[in-house]
């Protein structure tokens, strides 16, 4: 099958044919969309992974005929967590496209049979440009305690999870959303404060989507009691707390978000195809991978980036 295949960290993806490689039955991949998650890994920022690897974890396709979304985390299901409905904890799972399992920058993918869900309807690329991002933002805000009059910054609200986190907050009746983001325009027709400097206003909660370059900066713009959600560290950096006695003396929180479940995932399809959350997007056939790449590296893409694999 032909595949983007990553040989070499920081270095263009080559296309090339690969077997594809899981336990299960076979998906036909149509769309996957590219996470930051996928480009901490292409820059090497996870050390454990061993080359070449097959990316791409937010898939759609077709199973026997009809479209389908794959759940990407292959968890064991009877740990302490996967019975508790927290798979995302799970010790032992592994995420598609991570390791010898084939990713969805491919033709196919093997996957458990309990890991596909049906979609309803045909419009492929919506899904894969909004599954992942708006399933993490379901799970990060029931971490937050979340009113309706608390005043809500997201960092890195352009990007691929941001653009759809603040829709959600949107759509939860969180009426006093703020993003930092340079695409102020398209925010605005959101219904979503643009914010280019956020050192002179304080915020309730603060969802970091960005981490080492901003989370200083929103640390300072965090409220007394505030909470921070920690979603994302684009750059893989180490992240340093400048100042972590203001954290102490003002009793904030600091929260990981560690992505979210299987049901959460289903949920965001079900906001998707009822139109409550809009999908925002650019899709490049797979060949166009590394420019893609280019692109996201660049902060010159809106929203999600999405590659049309067949």
């Known amino acids: 099958m032909k595949a983007a295949i990553l040989t070499q960290f920081n270095s263009p993806f080559v296309i090339g044919n690969a077997e594809p490689k899981g336990v299960g039955v076979k998906v036909n991949v149509a769309y ?14 996870f050390k454990n992974l061993k080359l070449p690897l097959i990316l791409g974890h937010e898939i759609v396709g077709y199973y026997k005929g009809r479209p389908v979304a794959v759940y990407p985390n292959l968890n064991c299901g009877s740990c302490e967590y996967c019975k508790s409905g927290e798979e995302n904890l799970c010790d032992n799972a592994r995420i598609l496209g991570e390791g010898e399992i084939t990713g969805g920058y491919a033709e196919e993918v093997i996957i458990p049979e309990r890991n596909i869900i049906p979609l309803p309807d045909d419009k492929l690329e919506k899904y894969a440009a909004t599954m992942d991002p708006v399933a993490t933002a379901i799970h990060a805000t029931k971490l937050a305690n979340l009113n309706r009059d608390s005043k809500v910054l997201v960092t890195g609200a352009g990007g691929g999870v941001g653009i759809h986190l603040v829709q959600y907050l949107k ?25 280019s400097d956020i050192r002179s206003e304080k915020f309730d909660t603060i969802f970091e989507l960005v981490g080492s370059k901003t989370i200083n900066d929103s640390l300072r713009a965090l409220k007394k009691e505030g909470t921070l959600v920690l979603i994302g560290n684009t750059e893989g950096e180490p992240i340093t707390l400048l100042r972590p006695a203001m954290t102490i003396m ?23 195809g009822e139109g409550k959350i809009k999908a925002i997007y650019e899709i490049y056939e797979l060949e166009r991978i590394n ?20």
């Open 291 to 310: 420019e893609a790449y280019r692109k996201m590296m660049e902060r010159k893409v809106l929203g999600r980036a999405v590659l049309k694999v067949v």
């Open 32 to 45: 996957a969309g590219i996470c930051g998650r996928d480009l901490v890994i292409w820059k090497g920022g």
């Open 250 to 272: 003002r009793q904030q929180k600091i929260i990981g978000s560690a992505s979210y479940t299987k049901a959460e995932y289903e949920e965001a399809i079900r906001l998707v």
């Open 171 to 195: 759509y939860l009746g969180i009426s006093s959303v703020y993003g930092l983001s340079s695409k102020g325009e398209k925010l605005q027709e959101l219904g979503v404060t643009p914010i």
